[in-house]
């Protein structure tokens, strides 16, 4: 996010410029009506619900995002993939999402809440892939100072492939790990995830209609420069079925956000 500050006169109180003969007026800076922010980071896997979307492979990845303070926002954000088709070619090398949402809090409670949509588009994907899809979701967090969680339910009318309905439970903790600095900081996450088709019929890998997936790890921030995160992934799926698109695997991201 920009951040806005603004110079104090010391140097001038110093020097009695402003003086007693008056009131002292503070003044307040006003919030901005809207923030601007980007993000770019590189990682060695791009992990979408324990899948590889890379083939185990390298991914950059960057977005911008417009927010108002209302809590209405707006955003942009790609990655590079690599899909295999049934003869082996690649069938995609882009995944481009564009979303907005809007967010805010019960009062001022600990409690939050969040409404948004995405779009899921890849350029260059095959003819009749359908690989495109819309994703609505609907979540509510709380903040207790010494850990976060949060959960929701986020739903598809046809997902990836065009394989109809889907929805993904998410369950989110994230506990700060104090150091006692300014310059570092350190957290560890975690997600649990219940996805499923509801279309009769529809499986994933041929057998289940539905599967979990789950990570945890730990990241380390350096204030104004970058972000470190080292995060285990893995799913209840037989790696059989999902080709080892699917299996256990260790990711490594560093991020940078401005």
């Known amino acids: 996010m920009m951040k806005f500050t603004k110079a104090i006169a010391l140097a001038a109180l110093a020097a009695g410029i402003i003086t007693t003969s008056g009131p002292a007026m503070a003044e307040t800076a006003a919030e901005p009506d809207f923030s601007f922010s980007g993000n770019i980071a590189i990682t060695n896997d791009y992990v979408f619900r324990g899948f590889t979307q890379t083939n185990e492979d390298f991914a950059v990845q960057g977005g911008f995002d417009l927010a108002h303070k209302s809590g209405l926002a707006v955003g942009v954000w790609a990655s590079n993939i690599e899909f295999l088709d049934e003869t082996g070619g690649n069938s995609t090398s882009v995944e481009v999402d564009l979303y907005a949402s809007y967010s805010g809090t019960f009062g001022n409670s600990i409690f939050g809440y969040e409404v948004g949509a995405i779009y899921y588009m890849y350029p260059g994907d095959p003819s009749g892939s359908d690989y495109a899809y819309w994703e609505f979701w609907g979540k509510v967090s709380a903040d207790f100072g010494f850990a976060s969680v949060g959960t929701g339910i ?84 037989d790696n059989v079925y999902c080709h080892k698109l699917c299996d256990e695997r260790v990711t490594v991201m560093v991020s940078r956000s401005i």
């Open 154 to 237: 986020v739903y598809s009318p046809d997902f990836f492939g065009g394989a109809g309905d889907m929805i993904n439970v998410p369950l989110d903790v994230s506990v700060p790990i104090p150091l006692g600095s300014d310059r570092f900081g350190l957290s560890v996450s975690g997600q649990l995830g219940y996805n499923e088709y509801t279309n009769a019929g529809v499986t994933w890998d041929g057998v289940h209609d539905s599967y979990l997936n789950w990570n945890i790890g730990l990241t380390l921030s350096i204030t104004d420069w970058f972000d470190v995160d080292v995060r285990y992934h893995d799913t209840d799926l």
